[in-house]
């Protein structure tokens, strides 16, 4: 799971933008 992660951190990170911007689900920090 961690190797995912980090293999899709940007991805995650514009995934967490988006759903920050959006708030409407609640962002998973890991």
Same mark, same amino acid.
């Given at each position: 799971? %961690? *190797? +995912?992660?980090?293999?899709?951190?940007? =991805?995650? +990170?514009?995934? @967490?933008?988006? =759903? @920050?911007?959006?708030?409407? %689900? *609640?962002?998973? =920090? +890991?």
């Amino acid at each position: 799971m %961690i *190797e +995912l992660l980090r293999t899709n951190d940007l =991805v995650k +990170l514009s995934f @967490l933008d988006a =759903v @920050l911007r959006d708030g409407g %689900i *609640e962002p998973i =920090v +890991l």
